[in-house]
């Protein structure tokens, strides 16, 4: 039987599930009032952004009740993750647009393979060795 962590009283902050078999199953209350229960396998990890960038990504205008994100509001998720050192590793999956909802938006994740190999680059994010990898980036709903 599959572990699982609720998401759905995390801190007002954003954070991302990597992709992987863990065994572990992270869900959370998203989607606006659909309050749909999304869910992923995989390691938990939080992120060095801003307080203005959090509330800028949780404000952008989602599909109220809708599955789905637009290519506007991917566009402005990059720049903001553009503009973060703790973030730059991250990419909205313009792949998965249409899976993604306001509180969980799917990512591409291009993190070194050791600490090591960092030393030269410009990447400051939280996690090592998963190499190319997909996420989410998720958040409280805004229900």
């Not at 999304?38 to 938990?44: D, K, P, T």
């Not at 393979?113 to 994010?125: K, L």
């Amino acid at each position: 039987m599959m572990k699982r962590v609720l998401l759905w009283d995390i801190p007002d902050e954003i954070m991302l599930v990597v992709e992987h078999p863990s065994g572990v199953v992270y869900q959370n209350q998203v989607g606006g009032v659909v309050c749909w229960q999304a869910e992923l396998e995989g390691v938990l990890s939080p992120l060095d952004v801003s307080d203005d960038t959090v509330q800028r990504i949780q404000k952008c205008p989602y599909l109220s009740g809708r599955e789905g994100i637009s290519a506007e509001i991917a566009d402005t998720i990059d720049t903001l993750l553009a503009s973060e050192p703790g973030a730059r590793f991250l990419k909205v999956d313009r792949t998965r647009l249409g899976k993604s909802w306001e509180a969980w938006v799917y990512v591409l994740i291009d993190s070194p393979e050791s600490r090591e190999a960092d030393t030269a680059s410009t990447y400051y994010g939280p996690i090592y060795g998963f190499g190319v990898a997909r996420g989410v980036l998720t958040w409280p709903n805004s229900d």
